[in-house]
């Protein structure tokens, strides 16, 4: 194989390898994530009397703020692995 054909080949994987990443950012960011409430939720310790006064959403992470009686709750979530995996959620 000659150094072009290698330098092609690692050209069109780094932009493949792009183009994923770019859709896990993405997906992360803009797709559906009522399980992730429902899970921040349950670690707040309230259900759906809790409202969402703030959501924060990024590749990494997910920060909810929840009203509840007595004040709010501040939650994050975050993968398991950065852009893929389960999420985990810890009250901040």
């Given amino acids: 194989m000659s150094s072009s054909a290698a330098r092609r080949y690692g050209s069109t994987a780094l932009t493949l390898l792009s183009f994923v990443v770019t859709g896990l950012c993405a997906y992360n960011?803009?797709?559906?994530n009522?399980?992730?409430?429902?899970?921040?939720?349950?670690t707040a310790g309230c259900d759906e009397r809790c409202g969402?006064?703030?959501?924060?959403?990024?590749p990494v992470?997910?920060?909810?703020?929840?009203?509840?009686?007595?004040?709010?709750?501040?939650?994050?979530?975050?993968?398991?692995?950065?852009?893929?995996?389960?999420y985990a959620c810890a009250v901040k």
């Fill in 61 to 86: 992470q997910q920060r909810f703020e929840l009203s509840k009686k007595g004040g709010s709750v501040i939650v994050t979530c975050s993968r398991s692995a950065w852009l893929v995996g389960t």
């Fill in 52 to 58: 969402l006064a703030r959501v924060d959403r990024n």
């Fill in 29 to 32: 960011v803009f797709g559906d």
């Fill in 34 to 42: 009522e399980g992730v409430v429902a899970l921040a939720r349950t």
